[in-house]
């Protein structure tokens, strides 16, 4: 009970500051009846209970497993079968992911298990390549090279419509079932090795599961024609009672439930598959890890049903709303007080910032990621509503940000690519999906734009900015540390006497 009542307070601390700005707007530019308030309150609800549950269980449930996986698999000695238990894996916790349901149903131009398929095979193929990158030593910033180079090069042959779904595409689905388990399955598998560059090579994995998606959707585009794409728009529903209320989170429950029940089931197999070949867990943490799943599975359906019901009508109301007014402007230092705040709400985050806290032994904290994630989400959610309100072309900035970012990871140290790579596709979660999508998508269409080419793409720059975030924040560690270290000689020397023997400074000071 302790535990769960931590991980409460700490979703308490994420969900409450977004909560109340959009309050303050609603009193201030956007008025909302009373009826879709208490919507918007009692998903902020939802939210605090799911999350907090979701972390416990990911605690308990994914990270183990995930570490359990990546450590058996780096045992193995047969090539093939890395390969293929890795690519299964891939698939399966892909087509596990919630977030990729969302974005299915946004491109009907394509059939959702067309899409879903596509990007599964995606993440299969490319965490294959992040885990024999780790067995095999190859270096992060040169793998990126490559890698994005390849993206932009097809990107030039995808039609215009299609271009932003694709990005988006890699944000979506690392998502809360894939990075616990994914990053976990780095850990184990970097634990094999003995080297100084180990922990630095347990990041990575994410940043690279991030890059499949995206190609195998530019690759789609190419053969489907998105010229006649839609999307579902979200509708705000009409209620004025309390009853009402209750009313439409009871009717959303149960999809929310059958969807996080498929999602789970798959986790599930491979958790007892795993366990009858191996035999690695004891009778009690195999029933810490099935009370794991349940938390997890509860507060994931809580999660989604609070952040489907009550928090997305509500951005698509302020978009709407903000762009049809006279005050348009205000929609980019809105977008990125919002984007500061929401960032902290993504469940996967926290997962993320645990780790790097863990795997630095607290070197970098918490409280420093959550700064650095917030500030790089906030400018992704200003240049978001720049280009709603412009309409200018989603690769003007997705190409001279990626070359610095790129250009970053040969000059910050290891450990910090890895870390900003991996933070891009994790920002980018269900709070991005479900609220900045609605709110840039209502922008879209009040201003007259075109919804799949200046709305979409939202979710491509959240996950982009966290990249030159972090690694601007590893270049301020690298330059502390040589100042540092340039100092540590200067001090010894004051410390020496005629004799070149180091005087106790202490015991000096009380003599005098």
């Known amino acids: 009970m302790k535990a769960l009542y931590e991980k409460l307070k700490e979703s308490l601390a994420a969900v409450l500051p977004i909560t109340l700005i959009v309050l303050i707007l609603s009193i201030l530019l956007v008025p909302m009846d009373n009826g879709t308030a208490m919507m918007f309150l009692s998903g902020a609800i939802l939210l605090i209970l799911g999350m907090g549950l979701f972390q416990l269980g990911a605690d308990m449930a994914m990270m183990p497993l995930g570490e359990g996986l990546g450590t058996q698999i780096s045992k193995t000695k047969k090539l093939i079968i890395v390969i293929s238990v890795t690519f299964a894996l891939g698939v399966i916790i892909t087509i596990a ?28 193929i490319f965490l294959v390549v992040a885990i024999l ?50 990053m976990a399955m780095g850990v ?22 991030s890059v499949g998606p995206i190609l195998s959707v530019l690759l789609l585009g190419i053969f489907y024609n998105p010229q006649d794409t839609a999307y579902t728009r979200v509708t705000i529903p009409q209620v004025e009672t309390t009853r009402s209320v209750v009313k439409e989170f009871l009717f959303g429950l149960p999809a929310y439930l059958s969807e996080v029940a498929l999602a789970i089931l798959p986790i ?18 195999r029933l810490r890890m099935l009370m794991g799943l349940v938390y997890t599975f509860f507060g994931l359906v809580l999660f989604l049903t609070g952040v489907n019901i009550g928090f997305s009508p509500v951005g698509q109301l302020f978009g709407s ?20 705040f929401i960032v902290k709400a993504e469940p996967a985050v926290q997962v993320l910032n645990k780790q790097i806290e863990d795997v630095t032994d607290g070197a970098i904290p918490r409280s420093t990621m959550n700064k650095c994630l917030s500030i790089g989400v906030a400018v992704s959610v200003g240049l978001s509503m720049i280009r709603v309100l412009t309409g200018a072309n989603i690769m003007w900035f997705l190409i001279p940000c990626y070359i610095i970012a790129i250009a970053m990871t040969f000059f910050v140290p290891k450990i910090f690519v890895g870390i900003a790579f991996d933070s891009g596709g994790v920002c980018s979660g269900p709070m991005t999906t479900t609220f900045l999508l609605p709110l840039a998508m209502g922008a879209s269409e009040a201003v007259g734009g075109n919804v799949m080419t200046d709305a979409f793409g939202v979710v491509a720059f959240v996950a982009m900015t966290p990249l030159i975030a972090v690694q601007l924040m590893g270049l301020i560690y690298k330059l502390r540390e040589r100042k540092a270290a340039a ?7 004051l410390l020496l006497n005629d004799d070149n023997e180091i005087i106790d400074y202490e015991e000096d000071s009380e003599d005098d």
């Open 321 to 340: 709303e903000l762009a049809s007014s006279d005050f348009k402007w205000l929609l980019i230092p809105l977008g990125m007080l919002i984007g500061y």
């Open 97 to 124: 992911e919630p977030d990729l349901q969302v974005l299915a149903h946004q491109v009907p131009s394509i059939p959702n298990m067309v899409l879903i398929i596509t990007i599964a095979i995606g993440v299969g």
């Open 133 to 182: 990158r780790i067995l095999f030593k190859v270096s992060l910033s040169r793998l990126l090279l490559v890698c994005y180079m390849v993206l932009f090069a097809v990107a030039i042959f995808t039609p215009a419509d299609f271009l932003a779904v694709a990005f988006d595409s890699g944000g979506v689905t690392t998502g809360p079932i894939t990075v616990p388990f994914i």
């Open 188 to 209: 184990g598998i970097a634990a094999i090795r003995s080297d100084k560059d180990a922990a630095d090579d347990s990041f990575g994995l994410v940043a690279l599961c």
């Open 268 to 285: 599930l197999l491979v958790f007892c598959v795993f366990q009858l070949l191996t035999h690695r867990y004891t009778k009690r943490q």
């Open 487 to 493: 100092l540590v000689p200067a001090t010894e020397a």
